[in-house]
């Protein structure tokens, strides 16, 4: 992927690993073809720098059955977008996709994500 965001089957994958580092955007769905899911990632894949700017992760399970920590602890029903913060909290769940702009403007009223945004760029500018 261009800037280096990752997007990740969400099988084998412990969410808990991410904890302080990375933000997660969680796609799930019931099934791959689901137009919902299909959606999203074409969402994501046409901009992939906005996510990657905000330390994110996407992580994806298309597969009801698959049993991935993600979706034990997402409990979705049928397509789900979730965003969890670098502090694994889950900060927003949607039933519909949203276009990267809206994810992006989620996550930058998060907390962490305000003392990031301080932190990097100096006073005055």
């Known amino acids: 992927m261009p800037e280096g965001l990752r997007i990740l089957d969400?099988?084998?994958?412990?969410?808990?690993?991410?904890?302080?580092?990375?933000r997660s955007v969680s796609v799930l769905a019931?099934?791959?073809h689901d137009p919902a899911f299909i959606r999203q990632l074409r969402e994501i894949e046409a901009m992939?720098?906005?996510?990657?700017?905000?330390d994110v992760v996407v992580l994806i399970?298309?597969?009801?059955?698959?049993?991935?920590a993600?979706?034990?602890?997402?409990?979705?029903?049928?397509?789900?977008?979730?965003?969890?913060?670098k502090?694994?909290?889950?900060?927003?769940?949607?039933?519909?996709p949203r276009d990267v702009r809206e994810i992006s403007a989620i996550i930058d009223?998060?907390?962490l994500r305000r003392?990031?945004?301080?932190?990097?760029?100096?006073?005055?500018?």
């Open 61 to 68: 399970d298309s597969d009801r059955n698959s049993g991935s």
């Open 48 to 54: 992939p720098a906005d996510l990657f700017e905000r």
């Open 30 to 32: 019931d099934s791959p």
């Open 70 to 85: 993600l979706r034990e602890r997402l409990r979705p029903v049928g397509f789900m977008l979730a965003i969890i913060d």
């Open 109 to 111: 009223r998060f907390p």
């Open 87 to 96: 502090d694994g909290e889950i900060k927003q769940r949607r039933p519909a």
């Open 115 to 125: 003392q990031e945004i301080l932190e990097r760029r100096p006073a005055g500018r």
């Open 10 to 22: 969400a099988a084998g994958i412990d969410p808990g690993s991410f904890l302080w580092e990375w």
